[in-house]
């Protein structure tokens, strides 16, 4: 059986569907209400899209270098041969819906920031961001030590039940703090390696506040059911005492 759950972590899943960031909704349709451009520079064009949610009818705006509309459409409709997240590099509102809500909320806006920054190419900015998030992520956990190094270490202590892998990676963040952004070392931090950290600093969050939640709400709801057939057991035992007795 195929896993498609990866689609749930997209904003825009194709030319039809997407996760819609205002009602929070999975695989809804949405409608495009128009395209315009401006001149970003003397050599390239920025396209404005705005979109629709078909469930909720809240709007959007999403910014793009890329000529993302289909040639065969009889009206304005996404190219189907395109990976639009990949394409638009700016959208409003953000997509803070691919970071569960229950991550705490001023790392998933550094998380967020730090993506966009990804994809504009400002290195700088996404590795700050990146850096931040980690050590609110510690603040956030009362994690103890003297460096992120050490502190990273801590929290691969305390969570157990994630990965360890993922804190060792999450360990070499240590050489991107400001000593070593410099000409003769900036190459080797390139968008792959900001993605591959904040990546994996979305998996260790997911193991740490969703994947708990997730198996409470479950256990719950098991529960729920458990309980609510031993009452009518219960009561179907009651009805056939009363029965003997009369």
């Not at 050590?135 to 801590?154: H, M, N, P």
Request: charged share 30%.
């Amino acid at each position: 059986m195929s896993d498609d759950s990866h689609l749930d972590q997209k904003y825009f899943i194709d030319d039809k569907i997407w996760n819609c960031p205002f009602c929070n909704r999975r695989h809804v349709a949405y409608t495009i209400q128009g395209v315009n451009f401006f001149d970003w520079s003397t050599t390239k064009t920025c396209y404005i899209w705005r979109v629709k949610c078909d469930s909720c009818g809240k709007k959007s705006m999403h910014l793009t270098y890329e000529d993302v509309q289909s040639p065969l459409a009889s009206q304005t409709r996404f190219s189907s041969k395109i990976d639009l997240d990949a394409a638009f590099f700016y959208s409003v509102p953000t997509s803070f819906f691919t970071i569960d809500t229950r991550v705490p909320k001023i790392i998933r806006e550094l998380i967020t920031e730090a993506e966009g920054c990804v994809k504009m190419n400002y290195l700088t900015g996404a590795s700050a961001c990146c850096r931040k998030a980690i050590y609110e992520l510690t603040v956030f956990e009362k994690a103890e030590g003297a460096d992120y190094e050490s502190r990273i270490k801590f929290l691969k202590k305390k969570f157990t039940a994630v990965d360890s892998d993922l804190f060792d990676i999450l360990c070499h963040i240590k050489d991107m703090t400001s000593d070593k952004v410099h000409e003769q070392s900036w190459d080797k931090w390139d968008s792959k390696h900001l993605k591959l950290f904040l990546e994996t600093l979305k998996a260790i969050l997911h193991e740490i506040y969703v994947v708990p939640e997730e198996k409470k709400s479950r256990s719950s709801k098991v529960q729920g059911l458990f309980q609510e057939i031993k009452g009518k057991q219960k009561a179907t035992n009651q009805a056939v005492d009363k029965s003997e007795i009369k």
